[in-house]
């Protein structure tokens, strides 16, 4: 176990331990492209007591490149001096900040570019919907032109590496992808061609960074995912041009947005058989992204020499003290992340600053003590009643908790029972354990009635006894044998043939 926490060597800088934050979008940024106060509380929180290396958010190296309405930006006048905000926070937690650069192609979104993406051939990503136009030689040279300033720019924002996207089908691996690359010019006779120029590019700006390739050791996708020939071809160069580590996903953007981002339902023997492949194509370092946030997990894939790093993204946003924690041998303190997605992709998504179901304090401001303590009554011990006790508990308030049932949870005891979910219940256990831990009182078995609030007189009273279940209006549906998810789980109806 302490061979995670050892000190590891990337090119010419000693990363503080084996693990890494990867990319991830957080829709933090201005509609501009710049940095706001709550990226620098969130990058604070994960750099503190945290991984060697953090990988911030992707910024497009052109404008067209853009996936995200609130994408940061690098090729705006300001983008140095906004991004060494960041640069300087994780500098002052004493880890190495590493900037990651991407051109999103058939997988942009028209709503952040305001315009059609363009891919190396005509295509339609099915993630965004939107058709893509076959970019021209010039537009191509432009965009390698922009990782070339892209990479002057991490140099002058202070950044200690620099991680190229070369894989999730983005536009790296799309003119590598034969299934998707038809062009017939130079691009499309030898479609490792843009990759060989964005490297030598990316070389050009930035000599003294080491620099990152990040792929997905399998797109997950038969009819449209890269092939493992034109992935070998990639690792050779990568082996050839310097590239100091390997980080390997899975999926892809626009065909697998599921293995893209790790949902808890999807088996584990892909990603294992993806990592042992690259493992046996290129004796770089690897970087295993997915799912790692369980600490035999992490163990595992090092000890089986699988990878030489480990990446932990929601993991780290689910508990940024997770590391620590691990550490100094309190792991059942750890808020486990269940890979559900509801807080961080489903918001980002929907154009909301990335959250998390488990962690209501990713991102926002440290909690400060109430100057006037109040007595607090929280009735409701489901996710919303215990994230509102912890959260006055930690304000200093006195608080007690009531839930009606036997145990706290509420709904979220049965979400986690649907198939593929379960990890789900390790943030619930944890979360309910910190609320023991924190409120004065909690009383299980125990409704708030008049009675109740007679007894304990509080200044406040928070009510969170649940959500009602939207079932929709379907003309019959009461005269069917039909049960809703919750009654299923709840046993509250039999299963009948
Ligand atoms: C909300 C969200 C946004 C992400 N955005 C990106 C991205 O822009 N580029 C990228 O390469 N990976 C992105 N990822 C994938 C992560 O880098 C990582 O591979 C994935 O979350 C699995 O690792 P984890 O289980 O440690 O979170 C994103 C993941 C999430 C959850
Ligand atoms: S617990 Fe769910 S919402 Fe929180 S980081 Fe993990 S996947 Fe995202």
Redesign the pocket.
Known sequence: MQRLFETKSLGNLTLANRFIFPPIKTAYGTPKGNVTDRHLTYYRQIAENGPGLLIIEPVSVTAEGKEHPKQLCIHLPESVDELKKIVNVIHAESRLACLHLNHAGAAANPKATGVSPKAPSAMTCPTTGAASEPLTEPEIGAIVDGYRSAAEKAVSAGFDAIEVQGGHGYLLSQFLNGKINQRTDRYGQNRLLFAQEVLAAVKAGALDLPCILRISGSEMSPDFGIGTEDLASLLKLAATTGIRAVHVGMGSACFSPPWYFHHASLPEKPQMDALAWVRAQTDLPLIAAGRMGRMDRAIQVIDEKLADLVALG??L??DPDLIEKWQSGRPDEVTY?????????HRVKNGEPI?????PEIGQPELEKSAHPLKVLVAGGGPAGMSAALYLARRGHRVTLAEKENQLGGQFNLAWQAPGKQK?RD?LDNLASCVKANAEAVLTGRAVDTDLVGDIRPDLLVWATGAHQNVPDIQGLDSQYTMTSLEYFSGAKPVSM
């Open positions: 929601r993991p946003i689910s992340c269940g890979y559900c997605l509801q807080g961080c992709l959250g998390c179901n488990v962690n789900m943030g």
